[in-house]
C-alpha cells in the first residue's frame, strides 16, 4: 500500500496565536497537503498555507513526523515551526472549516483529529522559549532529518533528547 508524503506547519503571529483550520464540530487542524514530486517538504508547507489560507510564512523548526490513516489513505506527515509574515486568514480550500488565529491555551482544551497535533503545538511552543543549555551537544533539524537542506541559516538546533 502506497503511503502520501505530507507537510503542514504551525503557524505563529507575534502575538503568540496560531493558525488554525477550525471545523464545524470545533476540532482544529493546521493546513498541511501532500508533498509533490521533487518537492522538499518544508517548501509543501509554506505551499500549502499559502494556498489554503492565504498566509505567507517562513518554517523554521522540524517539530515531528507522524503517520496517520482517514478514508483508508496512509499518510506520513511532518509538521514544521513557521512565523507569520503577512497575510489574513482566510479558508480557501474546506468546506464546513474556518482559517482562525487561536490562543494556544484554547486549543489545548478544543479536539483534534488526532493527539500529535497537541503534541506538535507543546513543541512549538517550548522552541518559542529561550533555550536551556543542552545536557548533550544539539544537533541540527537538518542533520537529523534532513528536512531542511539548503537552508543552515534558518535552522533550530535542538538537543537529541527534544528530537526523538
Known amino acids: 500500500m502506497n503511503i502520501t ?3 503542514g506547519a504551525f503557524v505563529f503571529r507575534n502575538d ?3 493558525l488554525a483550520l477550525v471545523g464545524d ?7 498541511k497537503g501532500a ?3 521533487g518537492e522538499a517538504p518544508v517548501t509543501t508547507a509554506e505551499r500549502e498555507v499559502a494556498e489554503e489560507t492565504e498566509v505567507r510564512c517562513e518554517c523554521d523548526a522540524f ?3 507522524f503517520p496517520f ?3 483508508g489513505i496512509k499518510y506520513d506527515l511532518r509538521l514544521f515551526k513557521a512565523r507569520w509574515i503577512k497575510g ?12 482562525s488565529w487561536l490562543e494556544p491555551q484554547a486549543a489545548f482544551a478544543m479536539p483534534t483529529p488526532d493527539p500529535h497535533y497537541r503534541d506538535a503545538l507543546r513543541m512549538a511552543l517550548d522552541l518559542s522559549q529561550p533555550a536551556l543549555p543542552a545536557v548533550q551537544p544539539p544537533i541540527a533539524t537538518a542533520e537529523l532529518l534532513g528536512e531542511l537542506v539548503g537552508r543552515p541559516s534558518r535552522l533550530v538546533s535542538m538537543s537529541s533528547a527534544t528530537a526523538q
Open 35 to 37: 508533498v509533490e514530486v
Open 5 to 7: 508524503p505530507q507537510a
Open 25 to 31: 464540530q470545533g476540532s482544529w487542524t493546521v493546513p
Open 69 to 71: 490513516s482517514r478514508h
Open 63 to 65: 517539530l515531528m513526523r
Open 16 to 18: 503568540g496565536r496560531f
Open 88 to 99: 489574513e486568514a482566510r479558508d480557501r480550500v474546506h468546506v464546513g472549516t474556518e482559517a
